[in-house]
């Protein structure tokens, strides 16, 4: 149980989506460690957020090199992030780039079987041009079948809707409180 007991959101994404990336834009300092390297974060780890709550970094999913143990584990801090008493919701992170992959399907079927509230962070936003911005975003919304308000477009690097995340968040904090 972390003290003081503080609502919760968890942040969900494959390896190398630029979960670690996102988290530092959005709180504007280097809380996470980023890597070129897929698959650095192995534990659960906890940023306490202007003493109002939590945001919880979990591994990336479907990383390639990860064994059969590990990824079992992954699995088991999965469930238990997602049952956790003062979780507000999920920042689900897919790289606007890709389709959504077999691990992003099956994500996506843990996140419905177990009611998450989910916000889609579509990452990377600043390695397409407008137009295909605009074309991905409604693609993986149809995709995904995910209504306009829960995907957002995002960049670490240029900033693209960071602030609208972070108030996606607090809507999240505050609705379920």
Same mark, same amino acid.
């Given at each position: 149980?972390?003290d003081p007991? &503080?609502?919760?959101?968890?942040? =969900?994404g494959?390896?190398?989506?630029?979960k670690?990336?996102l988290?530092?834009?959005?709180?504007?300092? *280097?809380?996470?460690?980023?890597s070129?390297t897929?698959?650095?974060t192995?534990?659960?780890?906890?940023?306490?957020? !202007?003493?109002?709550?939590? &945001?919880l970094?979990?591994?990336g999913?479907?990383?390639a090199?990860?064994?059969?143990?590990?990824?079992?584990?992954? *699995?088991?801090?999965?469930?238990h992030?997602?049952?956790?008493?003062?979780?507000?919701?999920?920042?689900?992170?897919?790289?606007? *780039?890709h389709?959504p992959?077999?691990d !992003?399907?099956a994500?996506?079927?843990? &996140?419905v079987?177990g009611?998450?509230h989910?916000?889609?962070a579509?990452?990377?936003s @600043?390695?397409l041009?407008q137009?295909e911005?605009?074309t991905?975003?409604?693609?993986l919304? @149809?995709? &995904?079948?995910?209504?306009? @308000?829960? =995907?957002?477009?995002?960049?670490?690097?240029?900033?693209?809707? =960071?602030? @609208?995340? *972070?108030e996606?968040?607090?809507?999240?904090i505050?609705?379920?409180?």
């Open positions: 149980m972390l007991p &503080l609502p919760e959101v968890a942040f =969900i494959r390896s190398n989506v630029g670690s990336s988290l530092n834009a959005l709180v504007g300092r *280097r809380i996470a460690k980023t070129a897929p698959g650095k192995r534990a659960l780890n906890v940023f306490l957020i !202007d003493a109002s709550h939590y &945001l970094d979990l591994p999913y479907g990383y090199r990860a064994g059969k143990a590990q990824r079992a584990a992954y *699995r088991g801090l999965v469930k992030a997602l049952v956790r008493e003062r979780l507000r919701g999920v920042v689900w992170l897919l790289d606007m *780039r389709s992959s077999v !992003d399907r994500m996506q079927d843990v &996140l079987e009611e998450t989910v916000l889609a579509l990452t990377k @600043d390695k041009s137009a911005r605009r991905r975003e409604r693609e919304r @149809d995709d &995904l079948g995910l209504p306009e @308000d829960q =995907i957002l477009v995002t960049s670490a690097v240029t900033g693209e809707g =960071i602030a @609208d995340l *972070r996606a968040i607090a809507g999240l505050t609705a379920a409180a």
